[in-house]
């Protein structure tokens, strides 16, 4: 009985992200443990932890690469649980993924404008973009939101590792998004890109809602209103990046005690 209420009560919550006990089990391992989420709509959220902590595990779950062994999860008040990673995408979902997914040996116009076009329903179309077309604008306004206007026609081949990251965040802002999770952002960042990076996501449009998992406490505290804090694949901690950086008890576990 506590069951069917507790999903009739998920399912006429407005959240964009909401995770009901999740647990992901590899064999005897349990990757993630009874994890319960809510994001709000437009709300951006660091989730942080060590190696092994579960943050991409939770990620895969999210997306649908992984299908988690109990739980729910929802996506604007519909289940998603069991949908593959596609029909998540339709419904809104983009993802950043720490190993490049870039087309190296095509421009940065071409990479955004071919993943304009592969949310858009002409996808399949082998007609040429004319000038006016509007994915073509819309390519050109994400690159300029990821301050890559002035390599536009660059080949992917020849931009820096910083500008390549910066260009994965255009790829999944792609197609009017409705949230999206960023995977380590700033790994491999120099710190004047890290500044970069942090100037970016928080110009983004106030609608869009974003979780980000991330290494550098730095960056990701910079960018978003909330925190949830993993370890060994449960939730530690949640709360304000000024809650979670003051901790004892965080800092004992993740900053050694001496991040001011």
């Given at each position: 009985?506590?069951?069917?209420?507790?999903?009739?009560?998920?399912?006429?919550?407005?959240?964009?992200?909401?995770?009901?006990?999740?647990?992901?089990?590899?064999?005897?391992?349990?990757?993630?443990?009874?994890?319960?989420?809510?994001?709000?709509?437009?709300?951006?959220?660091?989730?942080?932890?060590?190696?092994?902590?579960?943050?991409?595990?939770?990620?895969?779950?999210?997306?649908?690469?992984?299908?988690?062994?109990?739980?729910?999860?929802?996506?604007?008040?519909?289940?998603?649980?069991?949908?593959?990673?596609?029909?998540?995408?339709r419904r809104?979902?983009?993802?950043?993924?720490?190993?490049?997914?870039?087309?190296?040996?095509?421009?940065?116009?071409?990479?955004?404008?071919?993943?304009?076009?592969?949310?858009?329903?002409?996808?399949?179309?082998?007609?040429?973009?004319?000038?006016?077309?509007?994915?073509?604008?819309?390519?050109?306004?994400?690159?300029?939101?990821?301050?890559?206007?002035?390599?536009?026609?660059?080949?992917?081949?020849?931009?820096?590792?910083?500008?390549?990251?910066?260009?994965?965040?255009?790829?999944?802002?792609?197609?009017?998004?409705?949230?999206?999770?960023?995977?380590?952002?700033?790994?491999?960042?120099?710190?004047?890109?890290?500044?970069?990076?942090?100037?970016?996501?928080?110009?983004?449009?106030?609608?869009?809602?974003?979780?980000?998992?991330?290494?550098?406490?730095?960056?990701?505290?910079?960018?978003?209103?909330?925190?949830?804090?993993?370890?060994?694949?449960?939730?530690?901690?949640e709360g304000?990046?000024?809650?979670?950086?003051?901790?004892?008890?965080?800092?004992?576990?993740?900053?050694?005690?001496?991040?001011?």
């Amino acid at each position: 009985m506590d069951s069917i209420a507790q999903r009739l009560s998920a399912a006429g919550t407005n959240n964009a992200l909401e995770l009901r006990g999740v647990t992901k089990m590899f064999g005897a391992l349990a990757a993630l443990t009874d994890i319960t989420l809510s994001v709000k709509p437009g709300e951006r959220r660091a989730v942080l932890g060590s190696n092994g902590a579960g943050k991409t595990t939770l990620f895969n779950c999210i997306t649908g690469d992984f299908l988690p062994s109990s739980g729910t999860i929802r996506l604007f008040g519909e289940d998603v649980t069991e949908f593959p990673p596609q029909e998540r995408i339709r419904r809104g979902l983009r993802r950043t993924y720490q190993i490049s997914a870039l087309f190296p040996g095509l421009t940065v116009r071409d990479n955004v404008y071919l993943a304009c076009r592969g949310v858009s329903r002409g996808r399949f179309s082998f007609i040429r973009p004319r000038f006016n077309d509007p994915l073509v604008q819309a390519a050109e306004n994400l690159i300029e939101a990821v301050h890559l206007t002035g390599v536009i026609d660059r080949l992917v081949a020849e931009l820096s590792y910083g500008q390549q990251r910066q260009l994965e965040i255009a790829l999944a802002l792609a197609g009017a998004p409705r949230f999206i999770l960023f995977d380590e952002p700033a790994a491999g960042l120099s710190p004047t890109e890290r500044a970069e990076l942090v100037e970016i996501l928080t110009s983004l449009p106030t609608h869009f809602g974003f979780i980000i998992i991330e290494h550098d406490m730095d960056v990701a505290l910079r960018v978003v209103e909330s925190v949830t804090m993993m370890h060994n694949g449960r939730i530690f901690k949640e709360g304000t990046p000024q809650e979670i950086e003051s901790d004892p008890e965080v800092q004992e576990l993740y900053l050694g005690g001496g991040h001011g």
